[in-house]
T-cell receptor, first 110, second 111 residues
């Protein structure tokens, strides 16, 4: 039982490049989330999903897109990366009791 | 988030000392979650509180939710270096399992 996994762990992009972050969970959770964590600002919700095929915007969705084609996977896309998107990205999935977090992806946009 | 204020931002204590971290909401809390994060790692779930006046303990960590359900405190007794890390509170403010997080408290425990 791996819980929540994220790929890649670290990535460096140039401004304007695109990339996709992959999140996978093996707990059969319906709810999944993408957050970004910046110094002094805690975690901010980017997008979330309440089930396969559904997505919704969170607090800071601009510049990101998501897809939930399979229940176990939640993808976060950056179409044209900007330096302001340099951050640590966390994926989470939710049971009724709590959210379980992945180990994070460190993204540096130059 | 301004909806959820966490204090202090950082805390340095000597090993063996007690400490308290606070989390205050501007709205009613439907659930309050405490997580711990070590540098470069994900968040580890500690405890969840839902009922006003509720108190939970795990080893030397105790969390309380006040009667009005707008403030929670996390208390560590006889702190150890293993307690060091970032403590985050996350609040369910009534939006379908979405959590709003505080900005975190960086705890350093000096041996």
């Amino acid at each position: 039982n791996a819980g929540v996994t994220q790929t890649p762990k670290f990535r460096v992009l140039k401004t304007g490049q695109s990339m996709t972050l992959l999140c996978a969970q093996d707990m059969n959770h319906e709810y999944m989330y993408w957050y970004r964590q910046d110094p002094g600002m805690g975690l901010r919700l980017i997008h979330y999903s309440v089930g396969e095929g559904t997505t919704a915007k969170g607090e800071v969705p601009d510049g990101y897109n998501v897809s939930r084609l399979k229940k176990q996977n939640f993808l976060l896309g950056l179409e044209s990366a900007a330096p302001s998107q340099t951050s640590v990205y966390f994926c989470a999935s939710s049971s009724r009791e709590t959210q379980y977090f992945g180990p994070g992806t460190r993204l540096l946009v130059l | 988030s301004q909806e959820l204020e966490q204090s202090p931002q950082s805390l340095i204590v000597q090993e063996g000392k007690n400490l308290t971290i606070n989390c205050t909401s501007s709205k009613t809390l439907y659930g309050l979650y405490w997580y711990k994060q070590k540098y470069g790692e994900g968040l580890i779930f500690l405890m969840m509180l839902q009922k006003g006046g509720e108190e939970k303990s795990h080893e030397k960590i105790t969390a309380k939710l006040d009667e009005k359900k707008q403030q929670s405190s996390l208390h560590i007794t006889a702190s150890q270096p293993s307690h060091a890390g970032i403590y985050l509170c996350g609040a369910d403010l009534g939006s379908a399992r979405q959590l709003t997080f505080g900005s975190g408290t960086q705890l350093t425990v000096l041996p």
